[in-house]
């Protein structure tokens, strides 16, 4: 995945993640096609609490994703990831990232040896 999150927030003492989406004119959301976005978001926690684990008041333990609708008068759709779902999310993104390592490993090494062997001394 790529990208960045848009925000961290401080509510009651824990540290929530913020992402925001853009849904196109007349399209809805619809939970059940979710996981993409909510394994973004997973992946983005796991990188912010192992990269500012010094600068966090709290580690990220929640995280919501807010939709934005073109449409006149339609609200934002808040699709909130609560602790638990957000710790089940992490394993199922380390599951990814084990498989997808697992089947281009021969191709980064070579990619690391073809690096080392170009670099002059």
Same mark, same amino acid.
């Given at each position: 995945y790529a990208g960045s999150a848009?925000?961290?927030?401080c509510v009651k003492g824990e540290t929530v993640l913020i992402d925001y989406k853009t849904k196109?004119?007349?399209k809805n959301v619809y939970k059940q096609y979710l996981l993409k976005q909510k394994l973004q978001m +997973? /992946?983005?926690a796991m990188a912010i609490n192992a990269v500012y684990v010094?600068?966090? +008041? /709290?580690p990220v333990t929640r995280a919501s994703l807010l939709f934005?609708?073109?449409d006149q008068g339609r609200?934002?759709?808040v699709v909130k990831i609560d602790a638990i779902e957000l710790i089940d999310l992490q394993a199922q993104w380390v599951g990814l990232l084990g498989k997808w390592y697992e089947q281009n490993s021969s191709a980064l090494i070579h990619c690391q040896s073809a690096v080392s062997v170009?670099?002059?001394a």
């Open positions: 848009d925000a961290l927030m196109r004119l007349g +997973a /992946a983005y010094q600068q966090l +008041a /709290a934005a609708h073109p609200a934002v759709t170009a670099e002059p």
